[in-house]
C-alpha cells in the first residue's frame, strides 16, 4: 500500500491490478487481491448448511423472543445473540432445495440466556418434568392460577408472586406432496397471581402445565416437537431470565443430522471443489475406489495410494 500525489490524486476504484480510494484526502493505492479461498471449501460448505435451520427456528420464534438475551454487547441484536448460542450446537442440514421451500426442522436450541436459575429439565421426549415443586396439589381440571401460583411460591424459594412462567412447544411437520420439514410455534405465560380465579387449563396450554411426579412438567402426546419453560422476572425496570433450551421430543431430527444428511445437503449446493493434491485443498481423508484398489489401471493393482 502507498500514498502518492500529483495527476491521480483524485482517483478511486481499480485500474488493472490497483485499488485506489480516498483516505483523509490523499489517494491510497493497494494491490487488488485476486487470489481468493474457493467459496465452496468442505469447512465452508458445513457452515453454510447448518447455517440455514438455525436462521429457519430464529425466524419462527422470533415474535416471542425480543429482549430473550438478558446481556448483550452493545451493537448486538437478540439474532445475533441466537446464532452465537446455536452454532456450536450439533449441526442440523438442510438441503438447497429445502431451504428455497422455507424447511424447518425442530432442534434443541437455546432459545433464552440470563442471570436466573435455570429450570432443570428431567427426562425427555413426552414426559418429561421441571424441577419446579407443586407440594401434594399438582395440577387438575378445577385447578385454578391462584391454587398454582400459590403452589409454585410456597414451594420453591427461587419464585416470588409477579415471575412469570413461559412456555414453548414447536410442534414438527412434514409436507405430504413436498416432504418439506416445517414447523408451528405456540407459546403461553403463567403471571404467578395469587388473586386469579381463571382455571389453569382454559387459558394455558395443557400439556405444557401438567404436574410429573410432584413437579410442573410435560403431559400427553403432542407428536414430533421441542418445548421448554422460562422462568422471568422484573427488576428496576430490567427484565431477567433463565437460561433455557428447547427439550427434544422430535423423531425426525436424526434424519438431518450426521454424515449422510451433510453429504445430501452439500450435493445440493454443488459439491465442494476442494482438491485433495492441492496444499490447500483441505483433503485428509485417504481414498480407494468400489474395488478396494486405490490403482485400478496401475500396474500392480495394488491398494495403497503413493507419490
Not at 87 to 106: N, R
Not at 153 to 179: C, M, P, W
Not at 187 to 196: F, G, T, Y
Request: one cysteine or more; a neutral charge; aromatic letters at 8%.
Amino acid at each position: 500500500m502507498a500514498i502518492i500525489n500529483g495527476i491521480i490524486r483524485k482517483m478511486a476504484g481499480s485500474v488493472g491490478d490497483f485499488t485506489f480510494k480516498q483516505l483523509n484526502g490523499q489517494t491510497v493505492v493497494s494491490e487488488k487481491v485476486t487470489n481468493m479461498r474457493n467459496p465452496r471449501s468442505d469447512g465452508q460448505m458445513k457452515t453454510r448448511t447448518k447455517f440455514t435451520n438455525i436462521v429457519a427456528m430464529y425466524s419462527l420464534i422470533r415474535p416471542r423472543l425480543r429482549k430473550a438475551f438478558e446481556t448483550k454487547p452493545a451493537g448486538v441484536s437478540d439474532y445475533n445473540m441466537f446464532m452465537k448460542v446455536n452454532m456450536q450446537k450439533e449441526p442440523v442440514y438442510l438441503t438447497k432445495q429445502q431451504v428455497a421451500g422455507g424447511a424447518c426442522v425442530v432442534a434443541p436450541y437455546q432459545i433464552t440466556q440470563g442471570s436466573l436459575p435455570s429450570i432443570v429439565v428431567t427426562g425427555s421426549g413426552q414426559n418429561a418434568s421441571t424441577d419446579i415443586a407443586l407440594g401434594s396439589d399438582g395440577i387438575s381440571s378445577t385447578t385454578t392460577i391462584a391454587q398454582l401460583s400459590r403452589s409454585i411460591v410456597q414451594n420453591n424459594a427461587n419464585f416470588k408472586y409477579g415471575d412469570q412462567i413461559s412456555y414453548f412447544i414447536v410442534r414438527q411437520y412434514v409436507n405430504a406432496e413436498t416432504l418439506i420439514p416445517y414447523a408451528v410455534c405456540n407459546a403461553c405465560a403463567l403471571v404467578l397471581d395469587a388473586s386469579n380465579e381463571d382455571k389453569v387449563w382454559d387459558v394455558l396450554i395443557r400439556n405444557g402445565f401438567s404436574s410429573q411426579d410432584g413437579c410442573l412438567g410435560h403431559s400427553g402426546n403432542d407428536g414430533d416437537c421441542a418445548y421448554c419453560w422460562v422462568h422471568t422476572r422484573k427488576v428496576n425496570g430490567k427484565l431477567l431470565l433463565s437460561s433455557q433450551s428447547l427439550v427434544s421430543a422430535n423423531t425426525k431430527l436424526a434424519e438431518y443430522q450426521g454424515d449422510l444428511a451433510y453429504n445430501l445437503a452439500r450435493s445440493s449446493y454443488g459439491m465442494s471443489d476442494d482438491v485433495f493434491l492441492s496444499p490447500t485443498g483441505g483433503g485428509s481423508a485417504s481414498t480407494s475406489d468400489e474395488n478396494g484398489g486405490g490403482n485400478s489401471g496401475g500396474n500392480g493393482g495394488g491398494g495403497n495410494d503413493s507419490l
